[in-house]
């Protein structure tokens, strides 16, 4: 199913990406984490026709992707499939809003149409922002740095496992797909009536599969608690660079 | 349905995320509790990494030629209990937004209350749950998740609407945007309810004991999660109508008409303190407010031309980067 195939394909290109090594790879995940969330604080408080403002904001993503040495194509490839419902805003506001603001030369620009250019380019810059997050860190590290920010253990531990069984999960629904396509004569895609038996399957497997897994975990001494090695205290590089990133943004 | 990073206002956000975590930390406590089951965080993780299958997993709707996937959170929450459902549509959620763009981190918030709140603890303990308390059999259940299905995804889409306006970025209005909204969810949803109907009828037929489980265990606490649902809709109310409240401060035109056909005059005398500190939020959390791209061709076209050799410089540093750091990987 293309579907499953591409996300199992997003998956391991973004976490072979992670495991480079830049000086932007080797900032630590906290410094990245705060950059990112004061970035799209910064870039979504500008108001709606706002543009001018808005352009500038581009340096981050431009100099942080070719310090990572992360590839313009993946980025932008995931830009393109993100969010429908963002363009059918932002489409909606420049067909609404047709009043003409000013002239530039002979064209005329009416707020919808700054509007929705403000969307988009709000939409492109927060996206690009998380994604260069994630390809340049870890999963491992950020679940590391999300408990030191006194994120529950339980979700941590839950956000880890959930993370390490899609690429299980995924096989195993291309698997039965397979096996649905072949005895379903030449007909494509899933019949609405077979997807209760479908999905039914699936979710017994992934019953039976937690359950082994417990008890493999258990095996190996599990306890109900998750432990994870210690983060080193945050270097001065990262406050300096996460300070002085944020005061920039401003 | 994910809301997006850039149809919010940093004020909604903040509120919403909130708002999220106040039901996250209930979870977690509720989880964590006396009767902490330890096998219960395996289980989560995989029916997490289950329901990030499923929602690609797309079936043909009869009739139509279009393709609809489930949305999960009645599923989860008939199979592990409201609870781990939440965090665990929550890890799906944040996944989502990390990995494929779905959403984005501020949005996160709005996202887990649409799709997580709405569904695992509002519609599971308002509607599936009392249907199948007393008695279960195939009939009760389809009725059960149909029913959950669609008023779930009625009220996330309802909270995209309020959420949207409140961060004034849509020229859409309110009853154009609500009469999009709602009925393409109703259509959703009856689809979305059919299919966990017939997932949960045929686990009923499989394996009973997976639904009757999460069922009894809340029956020994009833009390306790019924008031605590109604808590958490009385602060999702209360932090809903502040944010509205805040657009609608700033944003008087459609407050004026209404108030010169009700009072026959814009003016109203009124206590300024509350406007004023709404206003104050407003203007403290816009970071740079007065740099907009709307007075006159004039500051438009120098805007417009300063932007461009802003980000002219910005592109011609990154490609020097680049190259430089191709150069010394050849070497």
């Known amino acids: 199913m293309a579907d499953l195939s591409s996300a199992m394909r997003s998956f391991c290109s973004l976490e072979q990406l992670a495991e480079g090594d830049s000086a932007f790879h080797r900032l630590s995940p906290g410094a990245k984490l705060t950059i990112t969330v004061v970035y799209a604080v910064c870039v979504i408080s500008f108001p709606s026709r706002s543009l001018s403002a808005l352009v500038p904001f581009a340096a981050y993503p431009i100099l942080a992707m070719a310090l990572s040495g992360t590839p313009w194509k993946t980025l932008l490839q995931r830009i393109a ?4 419902f963002v363009v ?32 988009l380019i709000k939409a492109f810059l927060c996206v690009s922002a998380v994604l260069l997050l994630v390809s340049t860190t870890s999963m491992t590290a950020l679940t590391a740095q999300l408990i030191e920010l006194h994120v529950p253990k339980i979700f941590c531990l839950q956000l880890t496992l959930t993370y390490r069984y899609i690429s299980v999960l995924i096989q195993q629904a291309q698997q039965m797909y397979t096996a649905y396509q072949l005895r379903s004569c030449s007909r494509r895609g899933i019949q609405m009536r077979d997807m209760g038996c479908f999905l039914g399957q699936l979710l017994l497997r992934s019953y039976d599969q937690a359950s082994r897994i417990y008890c493999a975990m258990k095996c190996r001494g599990y306890d109900g608690t998750y432990h994870v090695r210690n983060q080193p205290p945050a270097a001065a590089k990262d406050i300096l660079t996460a300070g002085g990133a944020a005061a920039f943004f401003f | 349905m994910h809301m997006a990073d850039a149809l919010l206002s940093p004020a909604v956000g903040g509120a919403m995320s909130a708002v999220s975590a106040v039901a996250i930390g ?16 395996p289980m989560m993780g995989v029916m997490g990494a289950f329901v990030f299958a499923g929602q690609m997993i797309n079936f043909t709707i009869p009739g139509t030629g279009s393709s609809g996937h489930i949305g999960g959170g009645i599923l989860l929450a008939a199979v592990l209990g409201p609870f781990p459902a939440l965090l665990t549509l929550t890890a799906v959620l944040l996944i989502q937004c990390l990995f494929f763009a779905d959403g984005g981190l501020l949005a996160l918030g709005c996202n887990i209350f649409n799709m997580g709140v709405c569904a695992c603890l509002i519609g599971y303990n308002a509607i599936y749950k009392p ?99 109604l808590i958490a ?10 944010a509205v409240s805040l657009y609608a401060s700033s944003n008087p035109d459609g407050l004026e008409w209404a108030m010169e056909k009700v009072a026959g005059t814009t003016e109203l005398e009124r206590d300024d303190s509350v ?22 061709s004039g500051t438009a076209a120098a805007g417009l031309i300063g932007s461009v050799m802003t980000l002219a410089i910005a592109g011609g540093a990154g490609f020097v980067i680049y190259t430089a750091k191709k150069k010394h990987a050849t070497h």
């Open chain 1, 81 to 84: 499939v993100a969010a429908p």
């Open chain 1, 88 to 119: 059918f805003t932002a489409l909606s506001n420049l067909l609404l809003d047709r009043r003409a603001l000013y002239f530039l030369g002979p064209i005329p620009v009416s707020g919808g149409l700054l509007s929705c250019l403000s969307i």
């Open chain 2, 26 to 41: 209930y979870s977690v406590k509720k989880i964590s509790g006396k009767d902490f089951d330890e096998k219960q965080i």
């Open chain 2, 131 to 229: 249907i199948l308390q007393r008695r279960i059999s195939k009939q009760k259940i389809t009725l059960a998740s149909i029913l959950g299905v669609v008023i779930s995804l009625q009220l996330g889409a309802f909270s995209v609407v309020l959420e949207t306006m409140a961060s004034g970025v849509t020229e859409l209005p309110f009853s154009a945007f609500v009469a999009l909204m709602q009925p393409i969810h109703l259509a959703i949803g009856l689809v979305e309810g059919i299919v966990t109907a017939a997932v949960l009828c045929f686990l009923y037929s499989t394996r009973p004991e997976l639904l009757s489980t999460p069922l009894e265990q809340k029956k020994l606490d009833r009390t306790v999660s019924v008031k605590r649902v």
């Open chain 2, 233 to 242: 809709f009385a602060l999702a109310a209360a932090v809903l109508a502040g």
């Open chain 2, 275 to 296: 406007h004023n500190a709404a206003g104050d939020v407003v203007e403290n959390t816009a970071i740079l407010p007065d740099y907009a791209f709307s007075d006159g």
